[in-house]
């Protein structure tokens, strides 16, 4: 947010800087903030797994065991994790592409971001979708 602001006051006139020095600043600092942000979705899938696994050899008759061969059955389980891991690999894409680490057409940008906001969107109208801290 500090590269962003910085921006801001060089487009108010108020602050002069290198635009495209700062431009750059600003995606790499969100590409970090998107990469742990993933790292933490991670995380959270691997404690998921966990408690699975510790269910299924709990479990006698082994009711869990397809439970992540189909992926919409897991979506249906972990709507919270589904829709934050959603919302944050659409989110790495974008600022990947603006520091020239791929080159992603700008549609795809436009399709990623959408999905993405959508993902926040729903996160903030229903908490029942928002990933909480473990």
């Not at 942000?37 to 959270?44: A, G, P, S, T």
């Not at 699975?52 to 397809?66: A, S, Y």
Request: aromatic share 12%.
């Amino acid at each position: 947010m500090f590269a962003d602001h910085v921006l801001w006051l060089h487009q108010m006139g108020l602050m002069r800087v290198d635009k495209q020095r700062w431009i750059g600043r600003a995606n790499k600092f969100w590409l970090y903030s998107v990469a742990a942000n993933l790292l933490r979705d991670f995380y959270e899938l691997i404690c998921v797994i966990q408690r699975v696994r510790t269910r299924e050899k709990d479990n006698l008759d082994g009711g869990m065991k397809f439970h992540f061969r189909t992926p919409l059955k897991w979506i249906r389980k972990h709507p919270k994790l589904s829709c934050d891991l959603a919302k944050n690999m659409c989110d790495f894409w974008i600022p990947y592409s603006a520091v020239n680490k791929i080159n992603l057409h700008p549609i795809v940008i436009s399709l990623l971001g959408i999905i993405s906001t959508s993902m926040g969107m729903l996160q903030i109208y229903d908490k029942d979708y928002r990933l909480l801290p473990s």
